[in-house]
C-alpha cells in the first residue's frame, strides 16, 4: 500500500470509502455514518472512521441556522468574530459587485496537506512540496 492509499484509507476517502464516480460517501445520514458504538466507546469518541466522514457528518447535520442577534461573544470567541467578519467583507464585496476575497486565480493551488514530520523539524519546510505543488 502506498502513502497515498494508507492516507486515503485514514482520512476515509479511499475506494472503499467513496463511491469514485459519485464521489458519495458510504458512510453518510442515511445509515448513520456507520457509527461504532464500541469504537465510540474505547477509540474516538466519534465512533464515526475517517477525518473526512466525521467532517461530512457535523456537516449535514449542522440544523437551522439559529438566531445569532442576541449573542454576545467574548474574548474566547475571537475566531469565531474573525470568520464572521470575514464572511460578511465577502458579503459586502459581492453587493458591491466586487469579487469576494480568496476566489482569483492565486488561490487555485492552494492545497491543505496531512503529514507526519519529525518533532524539531520545521513544518513549514517540511510540508512545503505538500501545500505548494509544483505546475505539472
Known sequence: MTEEDRLDRSLANGPED???????????????WLIDRQAQR???FTGIVGVNTQDRAVQE??????????EHLGPADR????????LLQAVRA???GQDPPGTDASYYRARSAV????AKAPWRESMAAEMYPQDG
Do not use: H
Open 18 to 32: 467513496v463511491d469514485q464516480k459519485t464521489f458519495r460517501s458510504f458512510r453518510n445520514k442515511e445509515n448513520n
Open 42 to 44: 474505547t477509540q474516538n
Open 61 to 70: 447535520l449542522q440544523g437551522r441556522i439559529a438566531d445569532r442577534t442576541k
Open 79 to 86: 475566531a469565531i468574530i474573525t470568520a464572521r467578519q470575514v
Open 94 to 96: 459581492l453587493e458591491a
Open 115 to 118: 503529514k507526519i514530520v519529525p
